[in-house]
């Protein structure tokens, strides 16, 4: 009986030819259907969203009317005279602000919805990266004028503070002034890192298996040149 030599074995083994599970047809149809799915989820949370903002904006104005007594307590600590034509600029500043944030939201949601139309399973390879590559650029575009949005209110709204108080003519000590504009900076980066953690959360694990497809489509394109 002939001697077992396992170094003979492994190297036959090794040298046989094994048959790919899937060609690339397959791999990149496979590819295309789930690419087009998270493109779905996206658009879904994106729906969620603007009905969540919607329904807040609805709910408050319903029952507490456009009055934001935060900031006029910051006022009032601040010595400055709530008068009514500074109640009737906040209301109008807010709600002005809502308008604004329902109307971004529904840009990307329409947006979003018309990405996802545009990606077929039926598209050419290099036509299906081009439109994901397009739809990963909507989405860091749609975090990027959350997060400047949030700024742009943030300041507008210490403008307004300001002005309140030059126009009454109010002094302020040294640390009151020095307390507001850490209190604003601390809530602001707060805010905006809350944003961020919340988008990376959400979107983020749907947007890496996006990419990770996204690789793998370019590997395809680039072993069929």
């Known amino acids: 009986m002939p001697e077992f030599d396992i170094d003979n074995f492994k190297e036959t083994w090794q040298q046989q030819g094994i048959e790919p599970k899937y060609n690339n047809a397959e791999i990149l149809q496979m590819l295309n259907r789930k690419s087009r799915n998270y493109v779905k989820y996206i658009l ?10 919607l329904g807040v904006s609805g709910y408050y104005y319903l029952n507490y ?3 934001d007594n935060s900031l006029i307590h910051i006022l009032e600590k601040m010595n400055v005279a709530v008068t009514p034509e500074i109640v009737r600029n906040l209301d109008a500043f807010y709600f002005i602000m809502k308008i604004f944030s329902i109307a971004i939201t529904l840009f990307f949601v329409v947006k979003f919805y018309l990405n996802y139309k545009k990606i077929r399973v039926e598209s050419n390879l290099k036509n299906f990266i081009v439109q ?10 749609f975090i ?5 949005f949030l700024v742009i209110t943030t300041l507008i709204l210490a403008y307004f503070v300001f002005r309140a108080i030059s126009s009454q003519n109010i002094e302020m000590d040294h640390s009151t002034f020095t307390g507001f504009v850490v209190g604003l900076i601390v809530s602001l980066v707060f805010s905006v890192v809350l944003i961020w953690l919340y988008y990376r959360l959400v979107y983020g694990i749907i947007m890496r298996r996006l990419s990770r497809n996204l690789q793998q489509l370019k590997e395809i394109e680039q072993s069929e040149e």
């Open 44 to 53: 879904w949370i994106s729906i969620a969203e603007f009905l969540f903002i």
């Open 65 to 67: 009317g456009n009055e």
């Open 132 to 141: 994901i590559i397009g739809f990963k650029k909507t989405v860091n575009l």
């Open 144 to 148: 990027l004028v959350n997060i400047l």
